[in-house]
């Protein structure tokens, strides 16, 4: 037996006991009559003492010489702690050491084994073994999994089943972002690995499996950035007997455990806003609304004077900045520069200042008079002391523009809270957009997502009007997770593929299995899927969801050794049929 | 709203409500006057009715014209049953219909969805997605996913923490069975797809998570058998600071949850056989001990006479039949018949009669006295009334070829019970087996588990002989989980590669990774890993995995279009810088 308690469990109650330890040499403290080790295991740190006095000294001896994370094992009597620690939950008391084994030796970690660690992120990639060590790794892992169990226990008991479907598949046509996988016992064949288990799951539908979900990797290989890596894990959901409002009180129930279960917050109805009212009001369609700053519309306001440049702008819209009266000149230019980066793309920016005395000192005093300045504020909401900050130009860039501020004033007003959750719907987003390089319309969430009811007979005339019923859960200005009523009419369906530019038989090779299906006895059916390292992510207060793999690529997509692709020799390569044409 | 009620739902106390009811059209009776539905969905069937008398006749007609397997919504009002149907849930009641609209017609189905159906296999995979709204496919799928889900819970509970563990690794030479995947972003490089996650796993534990577990998808690029497919699905699990009696405790407590959760059955300790004791008393390293019919060695009893087959053969053995003295000499026939069969090979057998009346009668009576075959009987368990069979021969084949005969007899008998579960451990495996046709040693588990204690030496003198901290948990004859304590030394894992025949440079190439993070403080360590679907078969009471599996592959390894491998286009494989070479 390695050990009998953790170092993390030993309190008051254990003195006197007789105890067993292992784990590893955290941080050593030779004062020459005594030493302290601290020994650190998944659960927590215990100080070992050994001391002249009460240690035989060729114990004292062997504990000096213990190097960094060393990994040893421990026999010895819990006593009282002659000045306690009371910020280490074991910091009552102490074990004087007895016997002490060695178990493994450990070369110096080429950084510090510390919550705030000396080592970069490429060292700490290489050797990400040691940094899952650290606390704030090692507990965003743990949490990942607490919150995978409890999306998992949730959904179980929602009569949920969970369902494992392949990810050796058949690869189609035109699946460019597809990995394939040439198969050995297959020549010239290859399988595909999923982007998602999209048509299998309406299978399972098909198949009156009725409630299914899967935690699930999936596979993309495309240019990696921050927030994506090839491989990535989805909560996948579907229900079949379901419209929309049933699939959002669904899964709004899925958030509302979890942060109920994970944070202890009893949240009320999760608010709803079209996807229309999301661009005008916040100018996005994730927008965070743990804080207002609501887009005010100032065109009918705004274009009664001779300031051209709103006149001759398809949209003025500003936003309330609370206390940005104060800022000084200096400041307000710094803003101005910051909408003008090129990462933002504004133009300009005109600002009002809502002084506390009643007045207003804006950048366009020329052109408007006090009164036209009140109803700015009337209409973005300002109060005394606070800026208005607006921007105006066509009116897709402006908003987005304008949302980027938002953001950006609200993270440096620290409204932006890590343990506040403020989650909503996103509703009725449109079915398609038009690719302007491609000249086509494309589906916007994918070709499975049925139009709204209705509507069908605008997709000839009006496409880009049409909405969908799609939606995305929203939490904190991230889309956490995003799904839609699917078409269960395979004629439907086949109009849809139509409007998408394929042709009946690229429909057929790349669909044709799916359609087959819907012949014979498709429920209505809908679903939603969650990027589960996302959701961790939010839920645990970060920005990063990097931590919660425990074998992330680098920015290079690179990682330690372990999952990089690499030369594969030429008897493998003939074995499966294949030549390099570099 | 689609429904408010499932069809599984209704009972006497609905008796009089308004409900709405969705499904599939299960069958359909019409007598003229009267026609009634049975409506099915996941949860159930429930009667539908609509007559001349209570119903308006174009709702009749509109009924009349169902087809089997149309999906529809009914509305209508619950009624009691004239004649009940006490073997259906909902057979007290039917829903006397007002409203019927049909949510999608089907083609007929191909084959019945009945639990008994007229579909051949192969249709029935064509077709999977009908096949899963049969009660025995639908009920595996969501036995599968209980038992999942009960699995994480006592890991969970226990403090094990799930890891997901990447999917696209690093290729190694002589990766044999890998997978490789072609990676778009680096030309010429693959990635491979992992055969089982072990060395992450091992790099967790050096990492100090202590306990983790994951329900992971292994890939094997080989020939399909039986129950063998190119993605499966592992229960992998591991500990840190543990021997090899922590990790057996932790998992027969997993296995007792499942028993105890799923069965309601109780069970005491798991009996522990070392493999020696195992192939002796069985023949088997995985023995089904839901019944007896124990090896009895006779070699020391059965040598001192005139009978050479026994004489000159290393291994003389037998069992006991229980109520085989009854059988024809026809019977016995057949069954020296049936050992004779190529794929058991047994040269003969000699069997004894024991006789009601305490006499014998055997096919050796001419070598042997009575009070010879009382001795057999006796060392065999053999009471009045039983057969004793007997094999001869090579110690190992013999064993081989009587396992298979008790297992057979076993079967006939009706001893191998679905609703009986018999888990025992089986430990001490042998480290190392040779390879008649390399002439080299193996590793029987993989090359990272330890030897037992004090017997590294041995390595050396008599390779064979080393016994391994590696166990199998075996219930009702199939090994269902297998694991190891591992080595944590980097000197000890080099000795076992240089024995294992790897050179230096080998080892480095294919394990460098982990045999470099052991230099940072292994802790010692062990784990297991249980085949998932193999573990719901056997608790299902099923002798084939195939229904658990949605997705499954037919014998040829294609199956319905989804997941088989198909060519791709000239323009993909020019992308990823590839040719085929046919």
Known sequence: MYRNHTCGELRQAHINKEVLLSGWVHKLRDKGFVVWVDLRDRYGITQLVFDEERSDISLLEKARKLGREYVIQVKGKVIERASKNPKMPTG?????VSEITILNKALLPPFTIEDQTDGGDDLRMKYRYLDIRRNPVKNNLIFRS????????????QGFIEVETPYLIKSTP???RDFVVPSRMNEGQFYALPQSPQTFKQLLMVGGLDKYFQIVKCFR???LRADRQPEFTQIDCEMAFVEQEDVLNAFEGLVRH????????????????????????????KPDIRFGMEFGELNAIARHRDFQVFNSAEL??????????????????ALINWVKRPQVGAKGMVYVKCNEDGSFKSSVDKFYTSEDLAKWAEATGAEAGDLICILSGETDATRTQLSALRMELAERLGLRKADEFAPLWVVDFPLLEFDPETERYHAMHHPFTSPKP???ELLETDPGAVRANAYDLVLNGNEIGGGSIRIHDKDIQATMFRHLGFTPEEARSQFGFLMDAFQYGAPPHGGIAFGLDRLVAILGGQETIRDFIAFPKNNSGRDVM???????????????NLKLDL
């Open 221 to 223: 290989d495309e240019d």
């Open 258 to 285: 979890l942060l109920q279960n994970i944070h202890n917050i009893e949240s009320g109805p999760f608010p709803r806003l079209t996807y229309d009212e999301a661009m005008q009001r916040y100018g996005s369609d």
């Open 146 to 157: 607490k919150v995978a169990m409890e999306v998992r226990k949730y959904l179980s008991d």
């Open 454 to 456: 209705g509507q069908l």
């Open 174 to 176: 035109e699946g460019a």
């Open 316 to 333: 003025v819209v500003g936003i309330a900045v609370p206390g940005g009266a104060e800022y000084s000149r200096k400041e307000i230019d």
């Open 562 to 576: 372990i999952d990089a692709p690499s030369p594969i020799d030429e008897a493998q390569l003939e074995e499966l």
């Open 92 to 96: 009552d008391v102490e074990v004087l």
